[in-house]
C-alpha cells in the first residue's frame, strides 16, 4: 500500500509541477498527505533552476589539456544545451575531439530541492562509467563549485575531482577541472564556451 502510494505522490508531483506550482489546498478538499506534500514541494522548481536556464542554447568550445611539464593540448568542439523535465534540469550535448578521436558527452545538471546543492551526471563515449558532481553557487568568484565523484581507470578506486564553472556574461562560461596532485590541486582542462 505504501508503494502505491509512493507512486501516486510522484504522479500527482509530476503532473502539479509541469503546470504551477502547489500554494493553497482546494476548499473541500481532503487533506493532503504529508508523503505528497513533501514530495510535491520537492519535485517543483524554483529560484535556482530558472538561473540554469541561462545556459540554455548552442555553444562553441575551446579545449585545453593540461600535464606536468608539457604545453597544453588544444581541441575545439560543441555543445547544445536545453531544458527538460519543465525546467527541472539542464541536458547537454557535447561533441568535439579527445586526443585526435572524436568524443561526445552527455550531461545532466540541476538543482536538488531537498539537499539545496547543484547536482549533475557525465557520461561520455570514452568511458562506461558516470561521474556525478554536487556543489554550490559562489556569488563571491560568480561561479558554480562542484565536487566530482569518478572512478579513475588507471587506479581502478573512486577518485575525487573538482570542477569550476565561471560564469563570465550570458554568452561565455569557462568550466576547470581540477585534480589533486602531491597534496596539491591542479587544473588538468578548461573549456572555454562562447555562445554562438
Not at 143 to 170: I, W
Amino acid at each position: 500500500m505504501r508503494l502505491k502510494k509512493m507512486f501516486a505522490a510522484i504522479a500527482i508531483g509530476g503532473t502539479l509541477g509541469l503546470t504551477t506550482p502547489v500554494t493553497a489546498q482546494d476548499k473541500g478538499a481532503p487533506a493532503m498527505d504529508p508523503m505528497t506534500a513533501a514530495m510535491i514541494k520537492a519535485g517543483t522548481p524554483g529560484p535556482e533552476h530558472k538561473t540554469l536556464e541561462t545556459w540554455v542554447g548552442d555553444w562553441s568550445a575551446k579545449i585545453r589539456m593540461f600535464a606536468p611539464g608539457a604545453p597544453p593540448t588544444e581541441g575545439v568542439g560543441s555543445a547544445s544545451i536545453t531544458s527538460v523535465y519543465g525546467g527541472r534540469y539542464l541536458k547537454e550535448e557535447f561533441n568535439g575531439d579527445f586526443m585526435g578521436q572524436p568524443f561526445q558527452g552527455t550531461s545532466f545538471t540541476g538543482f536538488d530541492n531537498v539537499s539545496k546543492k547543484f547536482v549533475g551526471t557525465w557520461i561520455d563515449s570514452m568511458s562506461t562509467g558516470i561521474a556525478v558532481v554536487e556543489g554550490v553557487w559562489d556569488a563571491a568568484s560568480n561561479s558554480y563549485k562542484y565536487e566530482m565523484t569518478h572512478n579513475d581507470p588507471v587506479t581502478g578506486k573512486q577518485k575525487h575531482s573538482k570542477l569550476v564553472v565561471k560564469a563570465v556574461d550570458r554568452n561565455s562560461h569557462v568550466s576547470e577541472f581540477l585534480e589533486e596532485q602531491n597534496g596539491k590541486w591542479v587544473k588538468t582542462m578548461e573549456i572555454t564556451y562562447t555562445r554562438k
